[in-house]
């Protein structure tokens, strides 16, 4: 009713308002003790207010009514009044005195309220300080920026100084300390709004004469008003901060605050134009400057008396930009204690453990960290325009960057001298981002710079301190020119210099001078005429210059080439002084400025010879100038077609200086000679035998020298790849040409097989279909010239003639199938052979025919492989077809097709095997048995470290041969044995895993014999026995003898004999070299049993069984291939004359057998093996007589020297040449006998094919067979004869079979001979001999055979027989190497690491080295420990067999697959495990794809490798993580060559990656900006993040001994300890991301499922890996929500890490206001507020700084976690006032009003009360943050928020 009356309007109003509102006034003091008081606490409630706003007249009663209160609360006993007051009245105080009052309605009530309450603090003991904690908070809240109240305002603060001042004791001092806060604060806002400062600046003067220290922790935030200030007010800034700095305490660290003021205070002393004020300023410098003590820990610092006291530190004290300064100081003063903490092992990775403090922590980096990221931000400004934000602002408050500077200036003063000297460097990056602050960097930089000379010059400093210092100055100048980028601060930085050269100076202040002038001009590009000026007429002012002052000239004058040639060019007269110049430092940097002028192509180069060779017409004596002049030369290659003559001089210059006897002169010859491509100097007929490069490289002494020669083989191994046509055979055997010359024979047989008879057999082929060879075709076809099928021959498109020769092969294929082969079984070999011969033209033509179509040069490898695909689903076609003699014929293709695909084809071999195996499942008898007989064959050309699928192939075949009813089939599964046996084995190693599937066929087929003929049984004893373990006689046991003369049986006898031909090289390669002479004495044992009953000759052999012929036949067969390795194989002089005494009875036996035989079959037989046989010992002979090709290779004859000694000394007495000459006139003569004998055109078959043995037409195990009867001198006639033979037999033959038959034999013979050196065989030869045949196929002066025989003879008689350095060099060369030859490069690299010790193997620590060789006498200038050398002798190991391990003839598949075993990989050093980790795509490519899986499988425990030291795990986590990385990114590289992945090895990826990433340590913690990078994708960019690269950890020197700790920081780090350690691991997660990134998203997602998972950390890695697949957008931002609940809902390590990932991920407008607001009902909701003000503070801080336009302002705001969380109140505040984010500050600050809220609608204690109760201090300090955050936004709060400002302000209070 008292407000409804008061509430009328009218004139009487005014009478009856008083009255009734003393009524009110008489109400309240009724309600003090009621249950109303809580409901009264609102505004809109109370009733004072109501009765306010209703009736403006009674704005008097109320002021006299709250007299009336005020003195009655006065009295002594007055309780009731100071309730009143205390509990109901301040509700309608707070309104009158804080609700934003902008119309003035009632501006005088509040004054006169404020003067009432000015006046209580005197008169009310009681509430003095009650009543004078308000004034103050009210003074906090008070609108500056409302012109209205502002007059008032600086009024009203001399009354609350006055009120505060009347507070006594410790009370009082809180109020004084808190008004100074308040008073800072509002000192802040008012110079923004542009106020004036002097009533704050009176009340603080006010205050320091009571409190002298009340200011002292304010000085740095006063520091910052100074620039901005008004000269009165600046000075009156400036005598506050001397006097709290007079007054500080004795233990007060004054080293920060001058540290961070020094930057205002110097440029006011240096560049202000008033002179007091210049004056007061260098009085606070020194009353700042700190006295030289030794440094304070904070800790021992008493509270209150510093600037990191609690009142400083609290994250409460200040908002905006104090608040941002105050963080500032505080991290300043981590960095001062940085040493200390760091000494002590106090810094940890995580401030956000359990239990934790919000205030801030120590810093996680060190101050050098830090001035890395701001440098890294510095540079991050120059390439991107981040100075403009989205708004159009330049920045938001140019304060800001006066703080970064502030403190960046602050660390010139820092205690370590390396982290001033990395001050002074970021303050010339910044002067060069942002060229005005040069202005004011440049008087500090001066002063600091004459502090530190004054400080050495004082001579009581130790030596090493002296050399740090003079590190600090170098710093220091050379930031002095950066300052210069600003055109107004030219004049500065001129002035600053000049005293530097003025008249009189020492010679080291003109050098200094005259270098920054140069550096001046570089940096900025001002300044060039006073640098030409001071270097052009330098004689002018120093004619007598000392060497030193002459040499910095000279550098001055090179930099400026390097520089801006066009520039130099203005200092040639100055170069040339330098050129002319007898000072040896000054000469070389002139002859560099040449150089770079050159160059640049400035100056040309011939020209500038002349002048230099009149003044050096030689190479100097003085070494550096000896090596400029060197270096000057490799400039001829400018102009060289002009002149050619002077160019082929200097090559010959460089080539002399290559022998000079300083490495340095040698260096350069190397890198000049370089310079100069190889075609270049071929076309100036200067191009020298390429393998004296290899030479420079062999007899290099010096490490460094050494790596530019091998620079240099590199590019003579390229140039002989392009033009490795022209090298072919240079001192060989050289090829007969495929076009005739006009000096041949036509008589020859040479011509005849090279030209004629390949004519002829095409032509027949053609003519009569009858007669038409599948083989002629296969060996001899060929498309038609491209103009036969062109419009225009003239023009033909060779894209369109590659594409026609490609659909040519097609066509013919189609036809070739449809062809009956006609050649048994037997001659499976070579049906192989043929097929593979017209397959790899094939796969040329369709090669050309995709790059035609692509363009040129862009087929490459991938067009191999789509190549050979396309030619695969043909045959499939043919394969899976309806025709029986198609589907024969595509098996025997699908096999030799195998053996032609391109280098990484393993997939498709292994779908090729899959398919034959398939085949020999079908229902039809004969596509079954082929299927079988090609599966052997196509099964050995899987990877060799496939054993798994080659296992099962031999699993497979063998229970066919010996559970499948069809004798066909079997005996087709026994020839497919025996080639699988001799495939498998060609490239094995004895005890190898294929020697051991070797091992499986031979013991089975023997048991197979056995089994069919039990006579043979001791025979087969006897071989077993005598392979020396190789066999087990074990397979002999409980057989079974079926003893059948059945056809069955006999057919089996002869699949299982002709398998033992077969498999016959598989003796060769088991490691005993006499096992295929005893299988040949076995077979001789077992023809000499059956022919041992007289009348068995005389029934012409027709009297044995059909078990016992088949038996002979087979015997005979196989004696061919039996006598081939046995006289190929090189025995000491005993076993040779042995294995002669079998060849000659094999040779008399077979006669014997083709004299009495009287069937065509077996006959033909024995000529057929009688041939080859004869061809062995043709060959053998002439391998005793010498070699045929004349190589002059030393070391291939110091190979076999020892050798052909033995065999010249023991001629055999075997066979002689008249027995030769005699069996051959048996084999011609059975044509004319065999006529007559059943089965003829068998036995011409035979005898066909045994002539084409000798004329070079025999296959075994998959290699042509050279025919040695074209090679014996004087042997024509009998060559001639049985060529005559085999053409009658091809061309006359009126029986098809025959004349198809003797066809194939000749053109197989013809091919062989036009490709006779390709076809070279090595055949049971050993591993040494086919070595050394294939090195002869290189150009003896080529540099690829002279590396090759560095590797392959390095390691003879198990010593190493070269110097560790060149072998590791010729390693590496051979590693850049285009592409290797074909030899066995695996073997030798294997006894390489054996010897070199990096495998722990049963040697000794110390490398073997041979008593007398050249290893043992060589010295390397650069020897290191032998761990190292080792070390880096196994990396070029390893190198080599990543680059070139894809190609499995060279064997290093099989090295690499033994490496990544877990027992060997654990013995090698530390580098080359990661290397092996590191290449991890290279490797996976040698091998096969279930050995991929297997390997990809164990990379954690490899990784956790039994050998690595705990602190070695994480380097070789990183290398995993990059190897997975760069392997996933191999996989889908667009037009990536490598077929695509099998799933297992997919599968296994992913597996490996979760494994590892479960392992992975906690994540590291990011600032905000600074993201993971992802590793390089080259191998040598990746090992360089590692190993410094594969150079580099080649040069011995600069490896640790492997036996130390191998701490990556040791190797290649630049810096130390736990920061190199957390690099380490960003990288390793750099790695790790990439990984996921390139997995499918279904994957992703269930790997990082957060749910469930109980590992220690797993739940953080998890997390934090999810945020940044949805920061890459990966992941939808749907997938950030547990990750977010996470942070907020548990305490766990690492969560800092993940929270500022979740805050990097959330990079889209409206997903960030809500991922905003969700933090903050977070914070007021969760169990854990503080996390969540963690991660709402580091989100915040993260955006703010990307959307503030100036320098990196969150390397203060977030450096930690808890920085964050005490910046909030600036970073908030900040972040809402972008244009973007205006619509979330409503909703932002009802959350933030709601932690505040004491009491919910019914008295219930929520919000942060509620928490408060549950963990304390936590939620006490989100309560005060929210309340700072809240004064900061308070412009913003609507009016009904204003109602909650005192309890904002009572959060804000420093009291207890």
């Not at 098996?891 to 085949?919: D, F, I, N, Q, Y």
């Not at 294929?994 to 071989?1023: F, H, I, K, N, Y």
Request: charged share 15%; net charge negative; with cysteine.
């Amino acid at each position: 009713m008292i407000l409804a009356a008061i509430a009328v309007p009218g004139p009487g109003a005014a009478a009856v308002v008083p009255s009734l509102v003393d009524g009110l006034f008489a109400l309240l003091q009724t309600l003090v003790r009621g249950s109303e008081q809580a409901h009264l606490g609102s505004w809109r409630a109370h009733p004072l207010i109501k009765a306010l706003l209703a009736q403006p007249l009674s704005q008097p009663s109320l002021l006299l009514g709250m007299q009336r209160i005020l003195n009655a609360a006065s009295q002594a006993d007055a309780r009731q009044p100071q309730q009143l007051l205390q509990q109901l009245l301040l509700p309608f105080v707070s309104f009158v005195m804080l609700q934003p009052d902008t119309q003035g309605k009632h501006i005088a009530l509040k004054m006169g309220l404020h003067a009432q309450l000015a006046r209580a603090v005197c008169t009310l003991p009681l509430l003095q300080p009650y009543i004078a904690g308000h004034l103050v908070s009210y003074l906090a809240a008070y609108s500056w920026a409302d012109p209205l109240e502002a007059a008032w305002l600086s009024s009203v603060i001399p009354d609350v100084v006055d009120a505060v001042q009347s507070v006594d004791g410790t009370r009082g001092d809180r109020l004084a300390d808190q008004l100074a806060a308040v008073l800072v604060q509002l000192l802040f806002e008012a110079q923004q709004s542009g106020l004036s400062l002097q009533p704050f600046l009176a009340a603080l003067r006010r205050l320091a004469s009571e409190w002298p220290s009340i200011l002292t922790p304010d000085i740095p935030l006063l520091g910052a008003c100074i620039t901005v200030a008004g000269n009165s007010e600046a000075a009156s800034l400036m005598q506050l901060m001397a006097q709290a700095a007079q007054a500080s305490p004795d233990d007060y660290i004054s080293s920060v605050v001058y540290g961070m003021l020094s930057l205002p205070l110097m440029s006011t002393l240096a560049l202000h134009p008033s002179q007091p004020l210049k004056a007061w300023a260098g009085h606070l410098l020194t009353a700042l400057r700190p006295a030289p003590r030794p440094g304070i820990s904070p800790a021992s610092i008493p509270k209150g008396t510093s600037p990191s006291a609690e009142a400083l530190c609290s994250p409460i004290a200040f908002y905006g930009l104090p608040c941002l300064l105050q963080q500032a100081f505080n991290m300043l003063t981590d960095m001062w204690s940085w040493d200390a903490t760091a000494n002590d092992g106090k810094k940890t990775n995580g401030d956000t453990s359990a239990g934790s403090s919000l205030l801030p922590g120590q810093m996680r980096a060190s101050p050098l960290t830090w001035l890395g990221q701001f440098q890294a931000a510095l540079h991050s400004e120059k390439t991107a325009d981040s100075r403009k934000s989205e708004d159009g602002e330049r920045m938001m408050n140019s304060q800001q960057d006066e703080v970064l500077r502030m403190i960046l200036t602050a660390l010139l003063d820092h205690p370590q001298l390396e982290v001033q000297a990395a001050a002074a460097a970021a303050c010339g990056e910044a002067a060069q981002t942002f060229p005005l602050c040069g202005i004011s960097f440049l008087p500090l930089l001066i002063y600091k710079l004459q502090s530190s000379v004054a400080q050495t010059q004082r001579g009581d400093l130790a030596k090493g301190q002296q050399a740090e210092h003079a590190r600090v100055q170098l710093a220091l100048m050379r930031a002095l020119p950066c300052m210069a980028m600003h055109q107004t601060a030219l004049p500065f930085v001129q002035r600053a210099l000049m005293p530097f050269s003025q008249k009189g100076a020492p010679e080291l202040s003109h050098a200094l001078a005259l270098k920054m002038h140069t550096q001046m001009w570089l940096t900025t590009g001002r300044g060039f005429n006073g640098v030409l000026g001071g270097l052009s007429g330098f004689y002018n002012t120093h004619p007598h210059a000392s060497p030193m002052l002459r040499t910095v000239r000279a550098a001055c004058v090179r930099d400026v080439c390097d520089h801006d040639s066009t520039r130099g060019v203005e200092l040639v007269r100055a170069i040339q002084e330098c050129m002319e110049d007898k000072c040896e430092s000054v000469a070389a940097l002139g002859l560099q400025a040449i150089a770079l002028l050159c160059e640049d192509d400035v100056l040309e180069f011939y020209a500038a010879w002349r002048v230099v060779h009149k003044v050096l017409p030689k190479i100097p004596q003085q070494e550096m100038v000896a090596a400029e002049w060197v270096n000057l030369l490799r400039h001829g290659v400018l102009d060289v077609d002009v002149y050619a003559d002077k160019a082929a001089v200097i090559i010959d210059m460089l080539w002399s200086a290559a022998g000079h006897a300083s490495p340095k002169v040698r260096a350069a010859a190397y890198a000049a000679l370089a310079a100069y491509p190889m075609d270049l100097l071929e076309t100036l007929e200067a191009l020298r035998p390429l393998q004296q490069c290899v030479q420079l490289v062999v007899r290099e002494c010096d490490a460094a020298a050494r790596v530019e020669a091998e620079v240099l083989v590199g590019k003579a191994l390229a140039h002989e790849h392009m033009r490795r046509r022209r090298y072919i055979g240079s001192t060989a055997q050289v090829p007969v040409p495929k076009q005739w010359t006009p000096t041949a024979d036509p008589q020859s047989v040479e011509f005849q097989l090279t030209q004629a008879l390949s004519k002829q057999l095409l032509q027949q082929s053609a003519q009569q279909a009858r007669r038409a060879s599948q083989g002629v075709a296969l060996f001899l076809w060929g498309p038609p010239p491209p103009s036969q099928g062109l419009a225009n021959p003239s023009k033909a498109d060779s894209a369109q003639a590659a594409q026609q020769a490609e659909a040519a092969y097609h066509q013919t294929f189609q036809e070739l199938v449809e062809m009956p082969s006609a050649l048994g079984s037997s001659q499976h070999a070579l049906l192989l052979h043929s097929w593979g011969r017209f397959l790899a033209r094939w796969l040329s033509a369709g090669k050309a025919a995709l790059a035609g179509a692509r363009g040129r040069h862009k087929g490459g490898l991938s067009g191999g492989h789509e190549s050979s695909t396309a030619i695969w689903r043909i045959v499939t076609s043919s394969l899976d077809g309806t025709s029986p003699i198609a589907a024969e014929s595509a098996a025997a293709a699908a096999a030799a097709l195998c053996a032609m695909l391109p280098a990484g084809s393993h997939g498709l071999v292994t779908e090729v095997v899959h398919t034959l195996r398939r085949g020999t499942q079908s229902q039809s008898s004969s596509l079954s048995t082929a299927c079988a007989l090609a599966l052997g064959s196509a099964t050995a050309y899987l990877h060799p470290t496939d054993t798994q699928t080659r296992q099962d192939v031999l699993d497979h075949l063998m229970n066919l041969l010996t559970d499948h009813p069809r004798s066909s089939f079997t005996s087709a599964c026994a020839e497919s044995l025996g080639l699988l046996a001799a495939s498998s084995s060609s490239s094995a190693e004895p005890n190898s895993a294929d020697s051991a599937l070797a091992v499986q066929m031979w013991e089975g087929l023997l048991r197979m014999l056995c089994t069919l003929c039990p006579g043979v049984l001791g025979a087969v004893r006897q071989l077993i026995d005598s392979s020396s373990g190789w066999m087990n006689a074990k397979c002999l046991k409980d057989l079974q003898s079926s003893n059948g003369n059945d056809d069955e049986a006999c057919e089996h006898v002869r699949g299982v004999m002709t398998g033992l031909a077969h498999a016959v090289p598989a003796l060769a390669a088991s490691g005993e070299a006499s096992l295929p002479g005893a299988f040949l004495l076995m077979l001789q044992h077992t023809i000499s049993n059956l022919l041992n009953n007289s009348a068995t000759f005389d029934s012409g052999l027709t009297a044995l069984g059909p078990a016992e012929s088949a038996l002979l036949e087979g015997c005979c067969a196989a004696q061919a291939a039996a006598c081939l390795s046995a006289a190929a194989k090189q025995l000491p002089e005993e076993q040779q004359q042995q294995v002669d005494t079998l060849l000659t009875k094999a040779v008399q036996q077979l006669r014997a057998i083709l004299a009495a035989s009287k069937h065509g079959k077996l006959t033909g037989i024995a000529a057929n093996s009688l041939g080859s046989v004869l061809n062995s010992a043709l060959t053998a002979q002439s391998a005793l007589s010498g070699p045929s090709s004349g190589s002059n290779s030393k070391s291939l004859q110091e190979q076999s020297t020892a050798q052909h000694a033995q065999r010249d000394a023991a001629q055999p007495a075997g066979l002689t040449e008249s027995d030769i000459k005699a069996a051959l006139t048996d084999i011609t003569a059975a044509v004319t006998r065999v006529t007559k004998l059943p089965s003829a055109a068998l036995g011409k078959q035979g005898v066909a094919l045994g002539l084409v043995a000798l004329l070079g037409g025999s296959i075994v195990g998959g290699h042509a067979v050279h025919g040695a009867l074209l090679d014996r001198p004087g042997w024509t006639h009998e060559a001639k004869s049985a060529l005559q033979v085999v053409v009658q037999l091809a061309l006359d033959e009126a029986d098809p079979r025959v004349a198809t038959v003797a066809c194939w034999g000749l053109a197989a013979a013809c091919y062989a001979q036009r490709h006779k050196k390709s076809n070279v065989s090595s055949v049971g030869g050993s591993n040494a001999g086919a070595q050394m045949r294939a090195l002869t196929g290189l150009p003896e002066d080529g540099a690829m055979r002279a590396l090759a025989q560095i590797v392959l003879t390095g390691t003879e008689d198990d010593t190493l027989q070269t110097p560790q350095p060149i072998l590791a060099a010729a390693l590496r060369c051979l590693a850049d190497a285009p592409r290797l030859p074909t030899l066995d490069w695996g073997t030798p690299l294997k006894q390489i690491l054996k010897l070199s010790t990096c495998l722990a193997l049963d040697q000794s620590s110390t490398p073997m080295v041979k008593s007398g060789s050249s290893a043992a006498s060589v010295k390397d200038d650069a020897t290191a420990s032998s761990s190292s050398s080792e070390v880096s002798l196994g990396a070029a190991c390893l190198m080599l067999a990543l680059r070139h391990g894809s190609v499995v003839s060279h064997g290093l598949g099989e090295l690499l697959d033994q490496l990544l075993s877990q027992q060997q990989f654990a013995q090698l050093p530390l580098q080359l495990q990661q290397m092996l980790l590191i290449g991890l795509p290279e490797a996976l490519q040698s091998l096969s794809s279930q050995r991929s899986a297997a390997v990809t499988g164990t990379l954690c425990t490899l990784r956790s490798s039994s050998n690595s030291k705990p602190e070695q795990s994480s380097d070789l986590s990183a290398a995993a993580w990059t190897g997975l990385a760069r392997y996933m990114y191999s996989i889908q590289e667009p037009g990536s060559a490598s077929d695509s992945p099998p799933a297992t090895v997919t599968e296994a990826v992913y597996e490996a990656v979760w494994q590892l990433l479960k392992q992975l340590p906690l994540p590291p913690f990011l600032p905000p900006g600074q993201r993971l990078t992802p590793p390089s994708t080259d191998l040598n960019s990746a090992l360089s993040g590692f190993l410094a690269g594969a150079r580099a950890i080649a040069d011995q020197g600069k490896l640790p001994p492997v036996g130390q700790v191998s701490d990556l920081s040791q190797q290649i780090g630049h810096q130390e300890g736990q920061q190199e350690r957390e690099a380490l691991l960003q990288r390793t997660w750099g790695a790790a991301c990439t990984c996921l990134q390139m997995m499918p998203k279904d994957k992703i997602m269930e790997m990082l499922s957060i749910d469930g998972r109980e590992e220690e950390g797993g739940s953080s890695v998890a997390a934090f890996a999810t945020a940044v697949m949805v920061q890459t957008g990966k992941l939808p931002l749907e997938a950030l929500q547990p990750v977010r609940q996470l942070c907020v809902s548990q305490e766990a390590d690492g969560l800092a890490a993940v929270m500022n990932a979740v805050a990097a991920a959330v990079h889209q407008g409206p997903a960030q206001h809500t991922v905003l607001l969700e933090t903050l009902d977070a914070v007021q909701a969760g169990a854990f507020p503080e996390l969540a003000l963690q991660l709402l503070a580091l989100t915040v801080s993260h955006w703010q700084s990307l959307t503030t336009p100036t320098w990196p302002v969150c390397l203060v705001t977030a450096y930690t976690p808890t920085a964050a969380v005490s910046s909030l109140p600036y970073t908030l505040p900040a972040l809402l006032q972008r244009k973007a984010w205006q619509s979330t500050v409503e909703p932002v600050i009802r959350r933030l009003i709601r932690l505040l809220l004491p009491n919910g609608p019914k008295g219930q204690v929520t919000g942060a009360g509620q928490a408060s109760e549950k963990h304390g201090p936590h939620a006490q300090q989100v309560s005060q943050i929210a309340a700072a955050c809240l004064v900061a936004l308070r412009q913003h709060l609507a009016d009904d928020a204003w109602q909650h400002m005192p309890q904002i302000l009572g959060c804000l209070d420093h009291s207890d």
